[in-house]
């Protein structure tokens, strides 16, 4: 399925920006992608037709995704559905406009001249709490796979 290629192809031209510095690279990358029609914010719909994309290249048998990043989206979805996605989306959209901006979506993370990689893997540079808030009850048990901080 064409979809399921380019939504692959997608993730694997992210993934190799998140592993090069700087953070904002990445950041930027997945804002675009969510950003359907490409005016710098994102409304409910436009992170629906994303999960929709996601969904149908995960669970397409014959997807061109590595089993690690079907795994991480699958677990993405999972959150999305467990918090409830426009519960999720409101806890983005700080300011009330229904849309969520690029600051908004990365407010949780302190973005530097390091990779997106590296840079999520430093404890002082995300603020897990406040992430795993957004994500209701699976939130907390999300917090207790992050090295150093606490289940809730």
């Not at 359907?36 to 719909?45: L, P, Q």
């Not at 290249?57 to 997807?63: I, V």
């Not at 959150?79 to 690029?102: E, I, M, P, R, Y």
Request: net charge negative; aromatic share 6%.
């Amino acid at each position: 399925m064409q979809a399921d290629l380019e939504f692959a192809t997608l993730i694997e031209e992210t993934g190799a920006l998140c592993e090069a510095p700087p953070a904002t690279r990445c950041s930027h990358a997945i804002h675009r992608f969510l950003d359907g029609n490409a005016d710098g914010k994102i409304t409910f719909d436009e992170l629906d037709a994303a999960r929709r994309i996601a969904t149908q290249s995960a669970q397409d048998k014959d997807t061109p995704l590595t089993p690690e990043a079907r795994g991480l989206i699958g677990l993405a979805l999972i959150g999305l559905k467990s918090a409830g996605a426009q519960k999720v989306f409101a806890t983005f959209d700080a300011n009330g406009d229904q849309t969520v901006s690029h600051d908004e979506l990365f407010s949780d993370f302190q973005l530097d001249s390091r990779s997106f990689v590296v840079m999520a893997a430093d404890e002082n540079a995300v603020a897990w709490s406040s992430l795993a808030v957004r994500f209701g009850k699976l939130g907390g048990v999300l917090l207790g796979m992050v090295p150093g901080q606490p289940a809730r």
